[in-house]
Nanobody, 122 residues
Framework: QVKLVESGGRLVQAGGSLRLSCVASGGTFSAYTMGWFRRAPGTERNEFVAAITGSGGTAYFAEFAKGRFTISRDNEKNTLYLQMDSLKHEDTAVYYC??????????????WGQGTQVTVSS
C-alpha cells in the first residue's frame, strides 16, 4: 500500500490560484499513474479532475479543468501537484490524490489520500 498525503488546500477568493501537493511514500512513485479527484459539499461521489502518467508525459483532464488546472509531478520528490487557476465557487470541494485510477468515471483507484479542503469564496 502506498501512503498519500495531500496539502495546500485553503480558503481562496474566486479568480485566485492554488497549488495542491500530494506526497507519496512506499512503492515506486514513477511507476504509477496518479490522479486528482474531488468531492463537492453535499455529494457522495468523487469526481475526476485530472490524471498524469508515471513519466509525466501524458495528462488527462475533466472538461471543467481544461484550461484552468495543470497537473504535474516530480518523481525525484515523489510528489504530485495540481495547479488551479481562475478558481470558481463551484471548485469548492475536498480534493483527493489517488494512485493508479482505473475507472475515472466511478472514481476507482488503488490508494487514496485523506483529502485537502479547498474553499473558494464568491
Amino acid at each position: 500500500q502506498v501512503k498519500l498525503v495531500e496539502s495546500g488546500g485553503r480558503l481562496v477568493q474566486a479568480g485566485g490560484s492554488l497549488r495542491l501537493s500530494c506526497v507519496a511514500s512506499g512503492g515506486t512513485f514513477s511507476a504509477y499513474t496518479m490522479g486528482w479527484f474531488r468531492r463537492a459539499p453535499g455529494t457522495e461521489r468523487n469526481e475526476f479532475v485530472a490524471a498524469i502518467t508515471g513519466s509525466g508525459g501524458t495528462a488527462y483532464f475533466a472538461e471543467f479543468a481544461k484550461g484552468r488546472f495543470t497537473i504535474s509531478r516530480d518523481n525525484e520528490k515523489n510528489t504530485l501537484y495540481l495547479q488551479m487557476d481562475s478558481l470558481k465557487h463551484e471548485d469548492t470541494a475536498v480534493y483527493y490524490c489517488a494512485r493508479d485510477p482505473s475507472d475515472l468515471r466511478n472514481a476507482v483507484a488503488a490508494d487514496w489520500g485523506q483529502g485537502t479542503q479547498v474553499t473558494v469564496s464568491s
